[in-house]
């Protein structure tokens, strides 16, 4: 799918807009004005912003606890996501999500999970809702590389077979758990032989630092679902350049290998084929990235100055009104 200028020039403002959004987050932890775990997506901007830039309206987004860049992806504003992480009434979760609860059913973002796993399910009942009606969207999922040790991932993954379910699975595999790497973790290093096993067809993105190479690869796979074929399993390379969370000491890894892979910033690959294939220069690109920074400021502002979630509202947001 070739891209005009303006579409490129939008996919790198969403990339700079979630770094510069989780690097302001990670400061506003600091100074303890968001509070609970804080999960950053830096150095897997290409993934997200890749796999979003494919969707179609009616197909369905779902992923787990890493979700700020998703919910950029996905249309919901920096003053929201702000927000929501400082807990205030204005977040897209009106303050009750924070980091890993942010979700927009209008906007068919069915939300960040903190159950390593436990959305996996949800993806499949999801697909299975669509199936049933005679929906045509594809429920995409992404997960990590640890939620495929998980029993959720092998029932929900079985039954997207049985049932041939439209659903893209999508494990962004940045080679580390939760301090563990995979090697240690995983009887395969390859996530897609799990999906083997279960008969989906599936492949396997080297470099999921150039979101080029990351469209390319999301392609063909949402074709396949959408053209009616069952699932499909796409494994895509990556690495996040900061810790699993916040509290995170990051013992278990060089940092010679962080800086290696730092060489391959997502946003910095990006930066440098636009301006070597003349599609945007450099003032061009310079340009969004201040105004990438300057919505973060605003963005913050206004949560800042959002009021708390009222006391007599605790319940609220809780259970569906029954119709």
Request: charged share 25%; net charge negative.
């Amino acid at each position: 799918m070739t891209l005009k200028k303006k579409e490129h020039l939008e996919l790198y403002r969403q990339m700079v807009l979630i770094r510069r959004i989780e690097q302001r987050a990670a400061e506003l932890y600091q100074e303890g004005l968001i509070g609970g775990f804080l999960h950053l997506y830096i150095g897997q901007e290409a993934v997200s912003t890749g796999i979003v830039s494919l969707r179609k309206p009616v197909d369905r987004v779902i992923t787990a606890y890493r979700d700020h860049g998703v919910a950029i992806n996905c249309g919901i504003s920096a003053k929201e996501v702000m927000a929501e992480l400082l807990g205030k009434a204005t977040g897209i979760s009106k303050g009750r999500g924070g980091s890993m609860h942010m979700a927009d059913v209008s906007k068919n973002y069915w939300g960040g999970h903190a159950i390593v796993g436990a959305h996996l399910p949800l993806a499949a009942g999801m697909a299975l809702g669509d199936q049933y009606n005679g929906n045509d969207g594809v429920t995409i999922c992404m997960f990590g590389d640890g939620a495929t040790n998980i029993g959720f991932f092998h029932e929900a993954v079985n039954l997207s077979k049985v049932w041939d379910l439209p659903v893209l699975w999508i494990c962004e595999n940045n080679q580390y758990g939760m301090g563990t790497t995979v090697k240690r973790a995983s009887a395969v290093e390859q996530m897609r032989q799990k999906a083997e096993g279960y008969n989906i067809p599936n492949a396997r993105c080297e470099d999921g630092m150039d979101i080029l190479k990351v469209r390319e690869a999301v392609e063909p796979a949402l074709e396949h679902v959408r053209s009616g074929k069952g699932p499909f399993f796409l494994e895509i390379m990556t690495y996040r350049f900061e810790g699993h969370s916040m509290g995170d000491p990051e013992r278990y890894r060089e940092k010679d290998e962080v800086q290696t892979w730092e060489k391959t910033d997502p946003i910095g690959v990006y930066n440098r084929y636009l301006v070597k294939q003349e599609i945007a220069t450099k003032a061009n690109l310079d340009k969004v990235e201040t105004d990438a920074e300057a919505e973060v400021v605003e963005a913050i502002e206004f949560a800042i100055e959002s009021p708390e979630p009222a006391l007599d509202t605790l319940h609220d947001y809780t259970y569906v009104e029954a119709a």
